[in-house]
């Protein structure tokens, strides 16, 4: 099989997973090749619009589980290969000399058992950072099962490690997942998150959910976000609509991915991470979220007695709370004020969009063009006929 | 009277120049690159005889925006450097607060727009490798971002001798595992053909495999990777 053949598979049946970032790190370069960028770079942009900053490959796809959303599972008949550790670094290196990535994202099928999967990531990442004195990105998938004493071994030569949970309760991983336990799962993100430093996995640690394969809620997902936030310190969660590949009894029949309601599960992960919102606020009394606006709008509709906010006087944590306002608007708002009272034309002048945040803050004690317009009704078709609030910008 | 001011081109030529028009009090209509200037007969040109007498901003956020304008494309880049440096000296550290004068905003706006170029091209730019030899990178930004990128690239690419390009400006960044260099590209010959198939064709097959088709967004796709970019980006080439 050539390397072409391989690349092609590999890289394949690696593209469902929705991780692509590669901040976090300061891996300097120490006269080999390579540095890490703390604040991420992306390289280029696939025609799905996703950000391609990591060269995302299996190490191979030969697996001995058989989850049923996966093209891997053993029981799909699809093309198979393996690389060996040479030929992912000889495609690291030189992928990277042409600035075509800013590192490796290594995962794999289980082959064999998960130590020894485990063994072959080991293997190929120590070759990558020792023989070729790679100083690149490095994120990899911890294998839920393998020995912490791999996990460890893996953390210390990467960037970032993590484990994908999948999916959000257990009754839905034993359903789609038989073979993954989730209690290996937990294992491997708690071992993870216990050796965390600046010599383990420094840039931290992700996950991923995939969406629509379930009948989990909204309500399920971003609990169980909020929680493994929480309890695993994670970087990221991310969100993988389901994009349908297998036929199973167990699988729905959908045609396309959820592609809007997995942008709505990023936007409130948002809200969760840097908007100090809690989960039971985002939803209320319901279990899925309007799709039609985003969450902090749908939570704004629902709580209009919290406006108007005047922009002049409201705080850091009440302008964040303004459907439109996000942090960089906030702290331009806050620096500003200190030294003019802020008009709605200086809003604009400063590069603030107030296409949602006009109704619902006043300026020096003034509505926009002096109309009040806190209805939900009105509010609600003024931004839904506004098609841009639906349209798709997923990836920071 | 209503003044043009030259003055060389450079950066330090020009802290230079305000410093003398903040002494003489001149209020210059606008200060211009000697050799980009066409003299005619409306206008009064001067330019001042000063001695290498830099005007000193401590204030490091300050100097980078006073930097990354002067790096930038914006038109009349060395007038918004008068007018916000006029304002800096009064106002000070609170000058970055004062988005309500026009030329703060302004300042502000185009620092952003310079430091977002080189972040985007930071990732976009792509080597390929010549002879064996060198890589080698062409670039057409709309700001003078060569420099910025030659300071990422020495770090990353410390082992490796690089080359690159500046169509826009006919500049050259050459990198000897030591230091760069930026010189004029009439200045020297450099042989920069060779094929580099091999690992770019791999990438091309990456590239498109990657992509989920159940999912394609090219309005997405271009909102993030400007076209403006793509005839050195090697894996949009053929789109073009
Ligand atoms: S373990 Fe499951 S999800 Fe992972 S490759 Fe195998 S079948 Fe796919």
């Known amino acids: ?21 590669s901040s976090g790190s300061k891996r300097k370069n120490n006269n080999g090749l390579g540095n890490a960028a703390f604040w991420g770079i992306c390289h280029s942009f696939a025609n799905d619009g996703r950000c391609i900053s990591l060269l995302k490959i299996l190490m191979t796809n030969c697996c001995m589980y058989d989850c049923k959303y996966c093209v891997n599972r053993k029981s799909n008949n699809v093309a198979r290969a393996i690389f060996t550790p040479e030929e992912v670094c000889e495609i690291t290196i030189n992928f990277y000399k042409r600035n075509y990535i800013e590192g490796l994202f290594l995962s794999s099928a289980i082959i064999k058992n998960p130590n020894y999967t485990m063994e072959k990531l080991i293997e190929t990442i120590y070759l990558l950072r020792n023989k070729y004195k790679f100083n690149g990105y490095i994120h990899a998938k911890a294998i839920p099962g393998a020995s912490d004493y791999l996990i460890k071994k893996l953390g210390s030569l990467v960037d970032r490690l993590s484990t994908n949970i999948e999916l959000p309760t257990d009754d839905s991983l034993k359903m789609l997942a038989p073979d993954k336990k989730s209690k290996e799962i937990s294992n491997s993100m708690l071992t993870i998150r216990n050796n965390i430093s600046s010599k383990f996995a420094p840039a931290g640690s992700s996950t991923q959910m995939i969406i629509g394969a379930t009948k989990d809620s909204d309500y399920t997902i971003m609990k169980k976000s909020n929680d493994m936030y929480h309890t695993y310190h994670l970087k990221r969660v991310f969100y993988s609509a389901y994009v349908p590949i297998n036929n199973d009894k167990l699988l729905p029949s959908i045609s396309m991915p959820p592609l809007l309601r997995e942008n709505r599960l990023y936007q409130a992960d948002w809200l969760l991470r840097y908007y100090k919102f809690n989960v039971n606020e985002l939803f209320d009394n319901n279990t899925s979220f309007n799709y039609l606006v985003d969450p902090k709008t749908d939570w704004a509709l629902r709580h209009l007695e919290y406006f108007p906010k005047e922009i002049n006087k409201a705080s850091y944590n009440e302008l964040i709370r303004i459907p439109g306002i996000g942090l960089k608007s906030a702290k331009k708002i806050i620096s500003a004020r200190k030294v003019f009272t802020i008009d709605f034309k200086d809003l604009t002048k400063m590069g603030i969009n107030i296409k949602k945040a006009k109704y619902f803050i006043t300026c020096n004690n003034k509505y926009f063009q002096n109309i009040n317009y806190l209805n939900k009704e009105l509010i609600t078709s003024n931004l839904i006929n506004n098609k841009n609030t639906i349209q798709l910008s997923l990836f920071d | 009277m209503n003044y043009i001011i030259l003055y060389d081109g450079s950066l330090d030529n020009l802290l230079s120049t305000i410093k003398y028009l903040f002494k003489e009090k001149i209020k210059p209509i606008n200060i211009v690159n000697e050799i980009e200037y066409v003299p005619n007969l409306l206008d009064y040109s001067l330019k001042p005889d000063i001695k290498d007498d830099v ?72 080597f390929k490798l010549i002879n064996n030899k060198f890589l ?105």
Request: with cysteine; aromatic share 14%; proline share 1%.
């Open chain 2, 55 to 126: 005007l000193e901003i401590n204030n490091k956020k300050a100097f980078k925006i006073i930097y990354y304008i002067y790096l930038s494309n914006y038109v009349k880049k060395e007038l918004l450097i008068y007018y916000f440096l006029l304002n800096y000296f009064i106002y000070k550290n609170k000058i970055f607060n004062h988005r309500n004068l026009k030329c703060v905003n302004k300042a502000l706006d185009v620092e952003h727009k310079v430091a977002r170029e080189a972040h985007l091209l930071k990732g976009f730019i792509r």
């Open chain 2, 136 to 240: 080698y990178a062409k670039i057409k930004p709309d700001n003078n971002v060569l420099i910025l990128l030659s300071n990422h690239f020495a770090k990353r690419l410390k082992n490796e001798y690089w080359v690159i390009e500046d169509e826009k400006n006919n500049l050259l960044s050459i990198y000897d595992k030591h230091n760069f260099y930026v010189i004029a590209k009439n200045n020297i010959k450099l042989d920069l053909n060779g094929d580099d198939v091999k690992w770019s064709s791999l990438w091309k097959t990456f590239f498109n495999t990657i992509t989920i088709k159940e999912r394609e967004n090219r309005k997405c796709q271009r909102n993030f990777m400007p076209k403006k970019y793509w005839k050195n980006i090697i894996e949009m080439e053929d789109e073009l």
């Open chain 1, 1 to 21: 099989m050539t390397l072409m053949e391989k690349l092609t598979i590999l890289a394949d049946s690696a593209k469902y997973d929705a991780s692509c970032s």
